[in-house]
């Protein structure tokens, strides 16, 4: 049997390369919603991000997920990104 190639990402805290199914990801939705896709299949603009915590911050420190989904994200996202991955861990 052929091996199957592995769809690889980049976390935007950490800048690793890690297997996608690792990973999760950060969608801006057609209608311009930030939310986070646990299937990876939603329809937008994604970004990945690692489940730790310190990956999350070290992206908005830097506002790589902002530049990586071409829009201005609030405080308010970023404070439900923390609630939802606190809740992943």
Known sequence: MKTRKIPMRKC????EMKSKKELIR???????????????????RG???CPQMECLEKAIRHK????ALETAIEEPVYQTL?????GNV
């Open 26 to 44: 950060v969608v801006r939705t057609p209608e311009g919603e930030i939310v986070i896709d646990r299937t990876g299949k939603r329809s937008g």
């Open 12 to 15: 935007m805290g950490c800048q």
């Open 64 to 67: 790589s997920i902002e530049r």
């Open 82 to 86: 923390r609630e939802e991955l606190s």
């Open 47 to 49: 970004a990945y991000i």
